[in-house]
């Protein structure tokens, strides 16, 4: 069955305009309009990420300082419709890696609300250890990310052997994992709630009143380092905002934060590519394993 006729099924009444509206690694993006409201359909390349993405909505919803979208219903892969898939509200504003303001002011205004948005998700604490929401736990942060750390390095072994991955950016992988210990030296002591893929991409903006008004798309949240998160908010227009800066104004960075977030950027991403089997941009990587060397 083809989307479109699928999606009128499942809402019981037929949309005026359906179209695609984004997409990345994971999952294509879909909005329906209808009379009086719209209707967003993430439609996932995957099985097992669309439950994987709600239960991370729903742990993240209980503690966001903004709103975040309410699940209207839920698909999994079948012959009617082969993908896994869900519906949600549309959430009003713009997407905030696209906001610019020349007004240092209104810049400032915005950055507070994003950060003081991340701040209650960081503040959120997991007495039971580090890990996957609703998976293994583990008793210390470098226990859970060493046997990701090494699981991602093979990843990139593999992507090597295809020839999406130079010789370089391998030698940077294999390097950072003989010296993790030499990055991760301070022990991490809290398991934060971290959103996974925080940058303002994924994050809805009210440009007249300079505010979020929404946070979507977690990706790979986890009760984890609080930093893990920090090497994103200078992607997109992060570093025009100052994000990073008015996080570490609010609060106290660990002094081997840099190399960690350098360690976090060049792994995640290997990640993303590997599974999402997303064309690898080998200039980006490059950078990535660049920034990383100079601590290893």
Not at 8 to 31: L, M, N, P, T, W
Not at 34 to 52: A, D, F, P, Q, W
Not at 137 to 147: D, L, M, V
Not at 258 to 267: H, N, S
């Amino acid at each position: 069955m083809k989307l479109e006729d699928f999606v009128e099924k499942k809402q019981g009444k037929r949309h005026k305009s359906f179209c695609r509206i984004g997409g990345g690694y994971y999952a294509d993006v879909y909005k329906a309009d209808y009379e009086n409201e719209s209707t967003i359909i993430k439609v996932h390349k995957s099985k097992g990420l669309t439950e994987r993405e709600i239960e991370q909505i729903k742990l993240l919803s209980e503690h966001s300082l903004s709103p975040m979208p309410e699940i209207l219903w839920v698909h999994s892969a079948d012959d009617e419709f082969d993908s896994d898939a869900f519906a949600m509200t549309l959430l009003d504003g713009v997407n905030g890696g696209t906001v610019y303001y020349l007004s240092k002011s209104k810049r400032e205004k915005l950055a507070e609300d994003v950060i003081n948005n991340l701040l209650a998700f960081h503040n959120v604490k997991s007495p039971d250890g580090f890990g996957i929401i609703g998976g293994r736990r583990y008793a210390t942060f470098n226990e859970c990310y060493r046997e990701k750390a090494d699981e991602i390095a093979g990843y990139a072994q593999k992507l090597y052997e295809k020839g999406q991955l130079t010789a370089g950016v391998l030698s940077v992988v294999k390097k950072a994992v003989e010296n993790f210990d030499k990055v991760f030296y301070l022990p991490i002591t809290e398991a934060s709630l971290i959103h996974g893929d925080y940058n303002m991409w994924n994050i809805l903006v009210n440009r007249k009143s300079c505010s979020v008004s929404a946070v979507i798309d977690p990706c790979g949240c986890m009760w984890a380092d609080s930093e893990y998160d920090l090497y994103q908010l200078n992607n997109a227009n992060g570093r025009h905002l100052k994000l990073f800066e008015r996080y570490s104004e609010k609060k106290s960075l660990s002094e081997n934060c840099m190399q960690k977030m350098a360690f976090y950027e060049l792994f995640t991403e290997i990640e993303h590519y590997y599974n999402s089997g997303y064309p690898v941009n080998k200039k980006r990587l490059q950078k990535c394993a660049d920034k990383l060397e100079m601590y290893l």
